[in-house]
T-cell receptor, first 115, second 113 residues
Framework: AQKVTQAQTEISVVEKEDVTLDCVYETRDTTYYLFWYKQPPSGELVFLIRRNSFDEQNEISGRYSWNFQKSTSSFNFTITASQVVDSAVYFCALNPGAAGNKLTFGGGTRVLVKP | AAGVIQSPRHLIKEKRETATLKCYPIPRHDTVYWYQQGPGQDPQFLISFYEKMQSDKGSIPDRFSAQQFSDYHSELNMSSLELGDSALYFC????????????FGPGTRLTVT
């Protein structure tokens, strides 16, 4: 069975501060994919990034960066120089690979960026 | 670029009524997924279809059924609605690749009174 845990339920920061969201996952599959989605107050789910289990190269994309550590089963996400528009709920999700394509989501972390 | 279309966007029903939610995937996407997100909850997988056949099933109640049609659109039928069915229902679609990322529609907010 797959499980995704986001221990932080809510993070509040002041604009321009950095925010790091934690994600820990459990799976028995050797091939799997990890995702981050953003859900703004309007409700839609916005795809941010996908990483496969064989690619531990971390990446920076604009103000976003990701840290995938297979040894600790963690896939953390950082927003640098946060902005008010970053206020949203962020979900980490796991796709079990060969076992199917459904996504298992973590509980989400609500990020509130204050001006 | 075209996105996943869901209709209606909002729906209000009474207990014991039925509801039908529709999903139109991104063109050339052949896989459709349905998720249910209760208030303050994370999305939960309900069911998926690949090439009009059910490909996976999650925690979908027996009162719910779904299908994918020849034009790849999908419908989620919900009967004997209960208050607890009030949620945001997302449809997502993906392409032919086994692990293509899923693109989500805007969701249908169902309120059961």
């Amino acid at each position: 069975a797959q499980k995704v845990t986001q221990a932080q339920t809510e993070i509040s920061v002041v604009e321009k501060e950095d925010v790091t969201l934690d994600c820990v996952y459990e799976t028995r599959d050797t091939t799997y994919y990890l995702f981050w989605y953003k859900q703004p107050p309007s409700g839609e789910l916005v795809f941010l990034i996908r990483r496969n289990s064989f690619d531990e190269q971390n990446e920076i994309s604009g103000r976003y960066s990701w840290n995938f550590q297979k040894s600790t089963s963690s896939f953390n996400f950082t927003i640098t120089a946060s902005q008010v528009v970053d206020s949203a709920v962020y979900f980490c999700a796991l796709n079990p690979g060969a076992a199917g394509n459904k996504l298992t989501f973590g509980g989400g972390t609500r990020v509130l960026v204050k001006p | 670029a075209a996105g996943v279309i869901q209709s209606p966007r909002h729906l209000i029903k009474e207990k014991r009524e039925t509801a039908t939610l529709k999903c139109y995937p991104i063109p050339r996407h052949d896989t459709v997924y349905w998720y249910q997100q209760g208030p303050g909850q994370d999305p939960q997988f309900l069911i998926s279809f690949y090439e009009k056949m059910q490909s996976d099933k999650g925690s979908i109640p027996d009162r719910f059924s779904a299908q994918q049609f020849s034009d790849y659109h999908s419908e989620l039928n919900m009967s004997s609605l209960e208050l607890g069915d009030s949620a945001l229902y997302f449809c997502a679609s993906s392409g032919r690749g086994l692990l293509d990322e899923q693109y989500f529609g805007p969701g249908t907010r169902l309120t059961v009174t």
